[in-house]
């Protein structure tokens, strides 16, 4: 038994190291950086009709009669 214990945790460090093989790669930014990002994003998504949404005034896929089921 104490062999498939060791195969098994064998395989997880692998995992573990490939995992973090990955993880170099990946370009790191720093956090100041991403929350001005962000400020600036959110700035520029005020007017953005897919993240605020159509006001239903002027929304022209709304139905302009509820459908009533007899």
């Given at each position: 038994m104490p062999g498939k214990v060791t195969i098994g945790s064998d395989i997880g460090q692998a995992h573990a190291v490939e995992q973090l093989q990955m993880e170099v790669g990946i370009d790191r930014v720093k956090v100041s950086k991403a929350a001005t990002d962000l400020l600036q994003?959110?700035?520029?998504a005020k007017s953005d009709p897919f993240l605020v949404g159509i006001p239903a005034a002027t929304n022209p896929f709304k139905e302009k009669k509820p459908c009533t089921i007899l």
């Open positions: 994003f959110m700035e520029q």
